[in-house]
């Protein structure tokens, strides 16, 4: 069972009030279970590399009323973003390439881009870049990429009418973007976008393999992560939890007949869901499921410097760097990003290569430390570490979209003011 390798301690030899701990099962049983507001909520909370607290509340598939526990698969979405960018910054430890160096020199199709400059998405013009986009752009979402459901500009429209949701495999992905106008000129705007998925795909070319492997081998099996992958096998069905939405909240588009107000049911666990079978596009940006158990032993990893029990995925030094804030000239989310859709607030957040990184705790409005670096998912999947009280939080839902509430915030609140 993945909560058996779980360290749980007394939370008052962790510098925890126990009390205090326990009142956030309490406040997320009364305002997100009983309410009906989530399925079902999973809570680790862990200091030091021991967990002071974990628990379970509520169902992973409310018509079966299968609880959520340990063993629980979910969808992570977007926090497969931080695994996919420690793949890649393990071969830019290896000196495959540099963090400048230009994505065209790995993706030749891409030597040619240009950036929307007017028009419509049927009728538009373009204009040279001001640079080329390099890797690092990739790494911090100022690539002038985006995602086709954002639906604010016409470059996301571009996106829709050229079928990239259509389930291509990588290769055939980026050859396709390489025919799209960028948003805006690299390095000089912050949008969340597909960028992560690009990286997916220069793991496979840099590595020689296709992109599920290299994970396995660089990241999941090293750190015993024996759950996470891009989909859940016949014999782990009974573990895979269902997936809802809040449909008048959401700015994805959901299946036909989901609609209202009321937390609905869009994607189940049996043999119809699409994480049920092996992908044709594996999805760094957003597809991969895991556990609880096995997302702790990722962002232990993290929080111990790259290793975990004698498994090294990357040095220390590449974590420092990675959570550091790569925006240029120290700027923060407010000042450089596209005011759309993401999973971190804007003021007083930085980002760096993979991770929000909050630079001002007093401006990003929440209870944290500055240097706190961190992530969500699409269903409401939330992790943050806090390397300054070697903090690590995990929690685990399906819920969609991670904006119809602010757990986040709220948890942040709840866990620090519960230290001692």
Same mark, same amino acid.
Request: proline share 6%; aromatic share 10%; glycine share 10%.
């Given at each position: ?191 969340? %976008? ?32 024996? %759950? ?19 449909? %008048? ?19 189940? %666990? ?151």
């Amino acid at each position: 069972m993945m909560g058996a390798d779980l360290n749980i301690v007394d939370p008052s030899e962790l510098g925890f009030s126990p009390e205090r701990l326990a009142r956030i099962d309490t406040f997320i049983d009364e305002r997100y279970i009983k309410s009906g507001r989530f399925p079902g909520f999973s809570l680790l909370v862990s200091r030091g590399g021991k967990v002071a607290h974990l628990s379970y509340q509520g169902y992973a598939n409310t018509a079966e009323q299968r609880p959520m526990d340990a063993d629980t698969i979910v969808r992570i979405y977007s926090m497969s973003k931080p695994i996919t960018s420690m793949a890649l910054l393990s071969l830019y430890e290896e000196g495959r390439f540099r963090l400048d160096d230009p994505v065209s020199d790995f993706i030749p199709s891409w030597a040619d881009l240009r950036v929307f400059a007017d028009g419509t998405a049927t009728n538009y013009t373009t204009r040279f870049p001001e640079r080329a986009m390099t890797v690092r752009d990739l790494l911090t979402h100022t690539s002038g990429l985006t995602y086709s459901w954002m639906g604010r500009h016409p470059v996301d429209r571009l996106y829709r009418h050229s079928k990239l949701d259509a389930g291509h495999r990588l290769e055939d992905y980026v050859e396709i973007l390489a025919g799209l106008p960028l948003l805006f000129s690299p390095g000089s705007e912050w949008a969340y %976008s597909i960028a992560t998925d690009v990286c997916g795909r220069l793991v496979e070319i840099l590595s020689g393999q296709p992109f599920d492997t290299f994970l396995q081998q660089r990241i999941f099996d090293p750190l015993g992560m024996h %759950s996470t992958g891009f989909y859940v096998s016949d014999e782990d069905e009974h573990r895979f939890a269902a997936n809802y939405a809040v449909p %008048s909240l959401s700015p994805f588009p959901l299946p036909d007949g989901a609609s209202g107000s009321d937390m609905a049911m869009i994607d189940d %666990s049996t043999a119809k869901s699409p994480f049920r079978r092996p992908p044709t596009f594996l999805s760094g940006g957003g597809g991969l499921v895991s556990t609880i158990g096995d997302y702790h032993r990722f962002t232990q990893m993290l929080l111990q410097g790259g290793a975990l029990d004698g498994a090294r995925v990357v040095g220390r030094k590449t974590i420092d760097y990675a959570t550091m804030n790569h925006l240029p000239g120290g700027r923060d989310l407010a000042e450089m990003g596209q005011p759309v859709f993401s999973e971190a607030r804007y003021d007083g957040v930085g980002f760096g290569l993979g991770f929000s990184v909050i630079t001002d705790p007093a401006a990003a409005q929440v209870l944290t430390s500055a240097g706190e670096y961190a992530w969500g998912g699409a269903a409401s999947t939330l992790f943050w570490i806090d390397p300054a009280e070697e903090l690590s939080v995990i929690g685990l839902t399906q819920l969609m979209p991670s904006s119809a509430y602010p757990i986040r915030e709220e948890l942040k609140a709840l866990v620090y003011s519960a230290l001692t």
